[in-house]
């Protein structure tokens, strides 16, 4: 029996739970990391969805004042703040934290203890940002939360714009878990350069191995300046810098550059993973085999490359001069062309294949189709006169929600119902996953694609109210009607984990008859995860075992 499944059943029988608590508070062991961080993620995700239905509700009707300008500020900054950095980022982690040593074979990560290191200081950042509520009563109420955007532009956080402590908790909040991100990132580089089983060449790793290589070295890459960016801007609060103060000779410019730098590096940062579980659910649910491994392969490291020199078509309309925006629009252009051959690849992958509609699979066909809308919409605004006239409108929010939600968030779903057998042991109940599958598809529809509309027609982003009468009411309304419908669908989805982990039907080792070598071990694994450490000959070992006779069984 598994630590895991022990754990749980002699807590049942009797152990105090403050001695089970106190084992994962403890532990080192790289599963109970993972699934750390993804529980870490999940309570962040509802208490994000809640300061995003906040906004949709201040927003659904002119001249509504449901929140006062202050709150909705603060519920606008901790939106962002949140979603990107205390849900996206920990889960991306979590995944690669409990799969990536399954799928190469290897017992732990390269280094246990800086694992468990990385993950208390993401976790130290969310809860740093989360006391700032509690840092007075604030103007309007919300206590001291920070209200700069989740951008936090020069010069909002400013001694003179932000005299208390809300930009501080900001700040200090992303520099602590900017640490945990990097050093998370050394670890997982340095477990799949170095603790490959004996057999498997770097031409034979899952792709989810090879994808979270790459987004791991853009971790480096990208975290980095904004850790950079937060220690100037503590140095400009406390310290009499002037690096972003432009009446003292600094730029505010400089604070969008060393932002965007991480800024728009990180949506590839959270979509490669994405990408992997693409990767690895898509050939299961045909069963047949990846269409085009080294092309994914090579599309992905062209992707991490030309991802790091889009930044600054965020900043199209601040007034940088033709030849810079020339160099933004065509690298942002550019960068489609390795995503566009991933999905030919998927779809490749699917023609011809003998599909099977489970939830998982579902979930990554609703990801290819609001991906490919995504990244169309990401192209119009690709070319600087486009983007000059819609660059702060709600076209562009509608645009990277369909990145975030459309494309991210289902492939996460979709994760989700594949690995939680392999952590759990239980299977997710199939008839709460389409159900959920189909409000949440439901929901994002009716609240992003009329979002564009608006955008269209003059709403800025960023607004607290709006005048009637320039045609944005009812899509505001049609907004927040599917902002409900996404929120129901989401809780449909935590109860259903809850009441899975607790009764639902016993997966085995295998229940999708997949072919990576995590499935190769019990549900949940064991603590030092292979008894004997697996030998591998191709990139489907589990299939070679399983199905010697099969003439794809030696696919390379």
Request: with cysteine.
């Amino acid at each position: 029996m598994s630590s895991d499944a022990m754990a749980i059943q002699t807590t049942v029988s009797g152990r105090p739970w403050v001695e089970t608590l106190h084992e994962w508070a403890i532990t080192v062991d790289h599963k109970r990391l993972g699934i750390l961080y993804i529980l870490y993620a999940l309570v962040f995700l509802i208490i994000g969805g809640l300061e995003a239905t906040i906004i949709r509700i201040q927003l659904m009707r002119p001249h509504n004042d449901f929140v006062s300008p202050q709150v909705f500020n603060r519920m606008f900054t901790m939106h962002g703040t949140t979603m990107i950095f205390f849900v996206a980022m920990p889960v991306m982690f979590g995944f690669a934290n409990y799969l990536v040593p399954l799928m190469i074979g290897a017992r732990d990560m390269a280094f246990p203890r800086l694992n468990a290191f990385s993950f208390w200081l993401t976790a130290l950042g969310g809860f740093l940002l989360y006391f700032s509520f509690l840092g007075g009563s604030g103007l309007y109420g919300a206590g001291n939360a920070p209200d700069v955007g989740w951008f936090a532009y020069a010069p909002l956080t400013s001694r003179a714009f932000s005299p208390g402590h809300s930009a501080d908790y900001w700040t200090i909040a992303l520099l602590v878990s900017g640490f945990g991100s990097i050093a998370t990132a050394i670890n997982i580089i340095a477990t799949i350069l170095c603790m490959r089983c004996p057999g498997m060449k770097m031409s034979r790793m899952p792709l989810l191995a090879w994808l979270n290589l790459v987004m791991c070295g853009m971790v480096l890459l990208a975290v980095t300046p904004l850790s950079a960016a937060q220690i100037m801007l503590l140095v400009d609060r406390y310290l009499g810098g002037h690096f972003f103060d432009t009446q003292a000779g600094g730029s505010a410019a400089l604070w969008m550059h060393f932002f965007w730098i991480f800024g728009h590096p990180e949506v590839y940062i959270l979509i490669i993973p994405c990408f992997a579980f693409a990767s690895e659910i898509i050939p299961v649910f045909s069963r047949k085999p990846i269409f085009g491994y080294p092309v994914m392969v090579g599309a992905t490291v062209c992707i991490g490359f030309v991802s790091m020199s889009v930044w600054a078509h965020h900043m199209f309309t601040i007034g940088m001069n033709s030849y810079a925006n020339s160099f933004f629009a065509l690298t942002t252009m550019a960068v489609g062309v390795p995503t566009g051959i991933k999905i030919f690849n998927w779809l490749g992958t699917m023609w011809g294949g003998k599909l099977q509609f489970k939830t998982p699979m579902l979930f990554c066909i609703g990801f290819l189709f609001q991906f490919l809308i995504a990244g169309l919409t990401g192209i119009m605004l690709a070319a600087a006169p486009f983007d000059w006239q819609l660059g702060n409108s709600y076209f562009v929010v509608a645009h990277f929600h369909y990145v975030i939600v459309g494309g991210i968030l289902f492939c996460l779903f979709a994760a989700f119902y594949y690995w939680f057998p392999k952590m759990t042991g239980r299977m997710l109940s199939e008839r709460l996953g389409k159900l959920h599958f189909w409000l949440f598809l439901i929901g994002f529809h009716l609240t992003f694609d009329g979002m564009h509309i608006p955008g269209v027609l003059g709403m800025p982003r960023r607004i607290y109210t709006y005048e009637p009468g320039r045609g944005w009411e009812i899509w505001n309304l049609i907004s927040t009607i599917g902002a409900f419908i996404q929120g129901i669908a989401t809780l449909l989805f935590v109860a259903n984990l809850i009441y899975s982990y607790r009764k639902g039907p016993k997966a085995g080792n295998d229940p999708w008859d997949a072919w990576t070598l995590e499935w190769s071990v019990s549900s949940p694994p064991p603590t030092y995860n292979f008894a004997t450490i697996p030998t591998v000959s191709s990139r489907r070992p589990l299939w070679d075992r399983k199905h010697p006779e099969d003439p794809d069984s030696r696919y390379e």
